[in-house]
């Protein structure tokens, strides 16, 4: 059996009933598991995770997608995380049973259906990416919703789906394939976001920093903490606990202390085994010493 996982980040995180009628859309589709979502008000932001049989899974992130489209005006639109729309990235995850030029194919599909019904522009990114300097959704998202306009009139960056004019109402949308990646965040007190911003700057891959570590400064300000806001691409090349011991070592001397990290959505259970292998000096911990792995089987 084919097994295929959506995780969309939607640009809503506070107005919960705004977020229940997206996620609604999820819940009602057959064949589908809705798995997890998570609201963020500081950026403003909704990541819905759930899988299911492709085709179905497909239907859901439509239908998701459109309801979010329907009420979701990016024109009154503030947050902390980067976004290029309503609909800001819809990636779609093989598990089991498919490759990944099968996950790539079906979100070329949906993200045409969209474009089309949505009336925006859609792009394709990673392994969907029509061209290599789509690769990086940080790529396709320069400029973010305010630079849109300027985005589109831009040669070479035309949609590859939908509309190829600024909808101001929807933004534009980015869809494609991947492999798993961990949405991990660590929040530091007091409140310096220059250091937070120059922290991240250092850590990540573009910067020289971590292979796989994708990294921003942003300020939490209900919270009153800042955030290291990270994607790790390839928890294999960059474990949770690299990226915490890296902080951990920015952060001395400088009047900062980690108050607490977070997972946005799910982790594969390996990452996880991986912190207790490396912070309890477990080299040798396997995975089938943990009884949920023979569970699952």
């Not at 919960?16 to 598991?33: A, F, L, M, N």
């Not at 902390?80 to 498919?98: E, I, N, Q, S, W």
Request: aromatic share 6%.
């Amino acid at each position: 059996m084919k097994i295929l996982e959506c995780v969309p980040n939607f640009s809503e995180g506070r107005d919960e009933s705004k977020v229940e009628q997206i996620v609604e859309e999820v819940r009602k589709t057959s064949g589908v598991k809705l798995l997890d979502y998570f609201s963020d008000p500081d950026h403003n932001r909704t990541v819905v995770t759930f899988l299911g049989e492709p085709a179905a899974v497909k239907e859901a992130a439509l239908r998701a997608s459109l309801k979010a489209l329907e009420i979701i005006d990016m024109r009154a639109h503030r947050g902390g995380h980067p976004r290029l729309g309503a609909v800001d990235v819809v990636p779609f995850v093989p598990v089991r049973g498919m490759d990944m030029s099968e996950a790539a194919y079906l979100s070329q599909e949906m993200g045409r259906e969209l474009g089309e019904a949505g009336q925006l522009p859609v792009y394709f990114y990673a392994e969907a990416a029509t061209d290599p300097k789509r690769k990086k959704l940080a790529d396709i998202r320069k400029g973010e919703y305010e630079g849109l306009k300027e985005k589109l009139a831009t040669p070479g960056w035309g949609p590859d789906a939908g509309l190829s004019v600024f909808n101001p109402r929807s933004g534009a949308a980015v869809v494609g394939a991947r492999m798993p990646l961990i949405a991990f965040n660590v929040n530091l007190r007091p409140p310096k976001l220059d250091q937070a911003r120059l922290i991240a700057r250092k850590i990540r891959e573009s910067s020289g920093g971590i292979p796989s570590v994708q990294a921003l400064g942003l300020e939490l300000k209900e919270k009153g903490m800042v955030q290291v806001s990270m994607n790790l691409t390839d928890y294999r090349r960059a474990s949770i606990s690299t990226v915490v011991e890296a902080i951990r070592r920015e952060t001395a001397g400088k009047g900062l202390e980690i108050a607490e990290c977070e997972v946005v959505g799910l982790v594969p259970m390996e990452a996880l085994v991986d912190v207790v292998r490396e912070y309890l000096k477990m080299p040798e911990l396997d995975m089938k010493q943990i009884i949920e792995t023979h569970l699952l089987e």
